[in-house]
T-cell receptor, first 116, second 112 residues
Framework: DGGITQSPKYLFRKEGQNVTLSCEQN?????MYWYRQDPGQGLRLIYY???????QKGDIAEGYSVSREKKESFPLTVTSAQKNPTAFYLC???????????????FGNGTRLTVT | DAKTTQPPSMDCAEGRAANLPCNHS???????VYWYRQIHSQGPQYIIH???NNETNEMASLIITEDRKSSTLILPHATLRDTAVYYC?????????????FGTGTRLTIIP
């Protein structure tokens, strides 16, 4: 079955450590997105990428970094510069970005990161 | 800035139709309205989307007003499994790139 895989589901890190969250999709989608969700809040956009080797900052990019070396992969690194990294992180993808809006966004099941 | 406005919470009796409203008064002519729902600790699930015509699929119906400034998601026979947070979003083009903005959604509770 095609879909988006995020791993791991739960991740624990000590403060000051960088951590990388994995996101892989086999939907052949061009665009991929990273969102952050805090308790009782909506989704906030961290970074997005519409093609390989290109990505743009979202609304809350500070303290995060991404890469898009392959179409199917869009890993997110939470750096030690991120002041409040504990959150639920969601990866998503869609096809035909910018050319047609008639294409649903597909989400993974998220990674819950806890930093202590 | 959020592009949509939804009530924070709603209740609906099991078996009844759940009608969830969304305002998107600044929507542009080529922007679609999408609906998703999220059950606790899972990724959002796509429900339905539309441009200007009403749409129906196996999960729900979407009614878009003629001026496209608001829409209503209808779950025709709500079940307890429909309890979730429902997000209405408009796909927005920002400086030539597409950026999707989610608001806080509507928390729908189905009452037995």
């Amino acid at each position: 079955d095609g879909g988006i895989t995020q791993s791991p589901k739960y991740l624990f890190r000590k403060e000051g450590q960088n951590v990388t969250l994995s996101c892989e999709q086999n939907l052949n989608h061009d665009a991929m997105y990273w969102y952050r969700q805090d308790p009782g809040q909506g989704l906030r956009l961290i970074y997005y990428s519409q093609i390989v080797n290109d990505f743009q900052k979202g609304d809350i990019a500070e303290g995060y970094s991404v890469s898009r070396e392959k179409k199917e992969s869009f890993p997110l690194t939470v750096t030690s510069a991120q002041k409040n990294p504990t959150a639920f992180y969601l990866c998503a993808s869609t096809r035909d970005p910018g050319r047609s809006y008639n294409s649903p966004l597909h989400f993974g099941n998220g990674t819950r990161l806890t930093v202590t | 800035d959020a592009k949509t406005t939804q009530p924070p919470s709603m209740d609906c009796a099991e078996g009844r139709a759940a009608n969830l409203p969304c305002n998107h008064s600044t929507i542009s002519g080529n922007e679609y309205v999408y609906w998703y729902r999220q059950i606790h600790s899972q990724g959002p699930q796509y429900i339905i989307h539309g441009l200007k015509n009403n749409e129906t699929n196996e999960m729900a119906s979407l009614i878009i007003t003629e001026d496209r400034k608001s829409s209503t998601l209808i779950l025709p026979h709500a079940t307890l499994r429909d309890t979730a947070v429902y997000y209405c979003i408009v796909r927005v083009k920002d400086f030539g790139n597409e950026k999707l903005t989610f608001g806080t959604g509507t928390r729908l509770t189905i009452i037995p």
